[in-house]
């Protein structure tokens, strides 16, 4: 019998209303964690590591995976110390290392991490979701933001949706979008003012996608040598949504971009964060193709669903139901660590936790970071959990 993939479940520290002893209910056994605290570009210290090491252990988990330690702005722009900046990543890298800790995702997206319009989206039994609805990109692009250049890159139809929508909009309710798509990075409160944004658009102007995938391959051939060195696996997350949205560009989209990244610096260190739901937001992407072309490459499993909108918006699904096909998913997963069991690879147990689930039951009752909230990510823990024995039982 394969063994089970390792499920985890992300935690955003000690201010976190979900606490270690909710997630400790789940039957997860591992944590993703990062230190949220100190600022990107920071070296994270032995002793912060190890604080948060030992509330871990503590509470009955492994550190599993560190999702993020945060890239520094000035890598991704080029920027005139940004090799200070990948000294100070490489130091975070070791010093994890020395904790054991040795699985870091990270992510390449200038300036946002993912984007949503709407945090609570309310489905037809009540859950809450989280949605990008294009046509509130869009809006906010061409008649808040009114970025420079913006008017050239939608159609007629896509602009008289986004002003249909942008009409439909109390005071309210347009700066509830404003800080949507503002919002900063995961585990902080941190929200752009326009000008602020405007301020970071600059830094990008020149800065297209093969100058941004050039700045990335920069950085992975400066710290892969040394996460081999410290027996670190890098896997990069996809970018969310898959494509460029605000003027600024994403590489980090499809099969080719995954290729790319890879062949940039090849290496057992580096490798890729499996997320369905953002890669599976762009329908053209295969992700049982991808997971059985690429798998030996695959550090970290995020899985969730979305339902794609003809338009290009989408929402958070139920894990197993949406526009992805769950079950062929995991099965290329199982198929994978099949292979790795034939060759002798140890890794043969992938880190896996479910993704953004929607509020649900007492959920409602708990500030949580969006997509975060314990009962429905045990919902979707519980599901995948159950398909990943099912399909075991039945091919082995």
């Not at 602009?159 to 929508?165: G, I």
Request: glycine share 8%; proline share 5%.
């Amino acid at each position: 019998m394969i063994e089970d993939l390792e499920q985890t479940f992300r935690w955003f520290g000690p201010a976190d209303e979900v606490t270690l002893a909710a997630i400790k209910q789940t039957g997860a056994t591992g944590i993703v964690n990062a230190l949220h605290h100190v600022p990107s570009g920071k070296i994270w210290s032995t002793a912060e590591i190890k604080k948060r090491n030992d509330i871990i252990k503590a509470a009955g988990f492994r550190w599993s995976v560190v999702e993020s330690v945060n890239i520094h702005e000035s890598i991704k722009t080029d920027g005139k110390d940004r090799d200070r900046y990948i000294e100070n990543y490489i130091q975070t890298l070791k010093n994890l290392s020395i904790a054991g800790i040795n699985t870091v995702c990270y992510n390449f997206m200038p300036v946002l991490d993912w984007t949503r319009t709407n945090l609570d989206f309310r489905l037809p039994n009540g859950a809450s979701a989280l949605r990008y609805h294009a046509p509130a990109v869009a809006a906010f692009d061409l008649y808040i933001l009114e970025r420079e250049g913006a008017q050239n890159e939608f159609t007629s139809q896509q602009k008289k949706d986004a002003k249909k929508y942008l009409d439909s909009l109390d005071s309210t309710a347009r700066q509830t979008l404003i800080n949507t798509i503002m919002a900063g990075l995961p585990g902080t409160d941190e929200v752009f003012t326009i000008a602020q944004f405007k301020t970071h658009l600059k830094k990008y102007k020149g800065v297209d996608a093969a100058a941004l995938k050039c700045n990335l391959a920069y950085f992975l051939r400066a710290i892969i040598p040394y996460a081999e060195e410290f027996g670190i696996k890098m896997c990069i997350h996809p970018d969310d949504p898959p494509f460029p949205i605000l003027g600024l560009p994403r590489v980090v989209c499809t099969e080719e971009d995954l290729l790319d990244l890879i062949n940039a610096c090849p290496s057992p260190s580096n490798g890729i964060t499996f997320c369905t739901g953002s890669l599976g937001a762009n329908g053209n992407n295969d992700l049982p193709g991808m997971i059985d072309r690429l798998g030996e490459h695959i550090h970290f499993l995020h899985l969730r669903n979305v339902q794609r909108e003809p338009d290009g918006s989408f929402f958070e699904a139920d894990h197993l139901n949406g526009s992805n096909d769950m079950f062929a998913v995991m099965k290329s997963i199982i198929a994978e660590q099949k292979r790795r069991k034939d060759k002798g690879r140890t890794d043969i147990a992938i880190p896996m936790r479910p993704d953004h689930g929607h509020k649900i039951l007492d959920d409602f009752n708990y500030n949580t970071y969006p997509g975060y909230s314990v009962i429905g990510r045990l919902k979707g823990l519980a599901e995948l959990r159950g398909l990943e024995m099912g399909i075991k039982r039945s091919l082995y």
